[in-house]
Nanobody, 121 residues
Framework: VQLQASGGGQVQAGGSLRLSCAGSGRTFSSYTIGWFRQAPGKEREFVATISRSGGSTYYADSVEGRFTISRDNAKNTVYLQMNSLKPEDTAVYYC???????????????WGQGTLVTVSS
């Protein structure tokens, strides 16, 4: 599967953005999709993930209650709605596909290019 992330941009603290992860191929619904982010000088970290059907979701503590992950398998797309953004959310955001539902980077086999989110104070 090939993935393409989009929707990044610059926003002020407290604002919102919605990221999209578009997948190619008819097997998109066979994959768990996760969002990860990497801030300058830091390691890539888990943000959120959603099961194949969309029935299960998990979030990092740092975004719980502010971010919502969802998917539309008919459109081969996963979304990350980000509300109440903080400067510390500034990072390049990546989507990735896995055969298992988890939060660890090494379990994700396919990665899209990143999209930059910048939150100013």
């Amino acid at each position: 599967v090939q993935l393409q992330a989009s929707g990044g941009g610059q926003v002020q603290a407290g604002g919102s953005l919605r990221l999209s992860c578009a997948g190619s191929g008819r097997t998109f619904s066979s994959y768990t999709i996760g969002w990860f982010r990497q801030a300058p000088g830091k390691e890539r970290e888990f943000v959120a993930t959603i099961s194949r059907s969309g029935g299960s979701t998990y979030y990092a503590d740092s975004v719980e209650g502010r971010f919502t992950i969802s998917r539309d398998n008919a459109k081969n797309t996963v979304y990350l709605q980000m509300n109440s953004l903080k400067p510390e959310d500034t990072a390049v955001y990546y989507c990735a596909a896995s055969y298992v539902l988890g939060t660890r980077l090494h379990t994700y086999d396919y990665w899209g290019q990143g999209t930059l989110v910048t939150v100013s104070s």
